[in-house]
């Protein structure tokens, strides 16, 4: 027998029902709002645990030199993309598939102009030799090498129209501008040239 101390209500104990039915709530309610969105996967959770978050700058000079450390990065990063040819980060002159393959057409192949600036040096020193016959080879020697610079950008020009049309015979570029684009770079040493060569000398394009 028990008992009822005045004042209080007896506690009534549920029913089956709504203990299955609590049961059932309360383990629904703690799979589901335990923390409301699905488990960051292990790739996500390292990447966010990459390093601990530097202070911020406590004087203006320290803020500037992470400023001008940043800058420095951003510009390192477009430059190498600039390098292998992203055309995101070349810029104007240098963009697009058929500006593409005009540079993979003068990159496979040997030009006379990618020694226009070793044949220039050397007749630069032969102008400075106090001798009329070293002066008077020098000259010939330039006035040579410019005739043959002449020939092979020729070549080098109609090989880039010809290339140009059977890939893209829809382009909307001015063929002499494009070939224009071609001798320029032809004339700088390969290893100097920018956006670098994408492919080996003697390659098919």
Excluded: C
């Excluded at 028990?2 to 007896?10: E, F, I, S, T, V």
């Excluded at 003068?106 to 020193?125: Q, T």
Aim: aromatic fraction near 8%; glycine fraction near 8%; charged fraction near 25%.
């Amino acid at each position: 027998m028990k008992l009822r101390l005045p004042g209080r209500r007896p506690a009534t104990d549920p029913t089956p029902e709504a203990a299955t039915a609590v049961t059932a709530h309360g383990a629904t309610a703690v799979g589901t709002t335990g923390k409301g969105r699905p488990t960051p996967k292990r790739t996500e959770a390292q990447g966010r645990r990459s390093g601990p978050v530097p202070p911020p700058p406590t004087t203006r000079k320290e803020a500037f030199k992470r400023q001008r450390e940043q800058q420095a990065a951003g510009r390192g990063s477009a430059r190498e993309a600039a390098a292998r040819g992203d055309d995101s980060a070349l810029p104007a002159r240098d963009r697009g598939p058929v500006r593409r393959l005009v540079r993979d057409v003068v990159d496979a192949r040997r030009n006379a102009g990618s020694f226009f600036l070793v044949v220039a040096a050397l007749v630069l020193i032969g102008y400075f030799i106090p001798s009329p016959a070293v002066q008077g080879y020098t000259v010939f020697v330039w006035f040579a090498f410019f005739l043959v610079i002449i020939a092979d950008s020729f070549v080098l020009g109609r090989r880039i129209k010809r290339v140009v049309l059977e890939r893209f015979p829809n382009h909307k570029e001015s063929m002499r501008s494009l070939i224009w684009y071609g001798v320029s770079r032809a004339t700088m040493i390969r290893r100097w040239r920018f956006p670098k060569p994408q492919v080996a000398l003697g390659a098919e394009i």
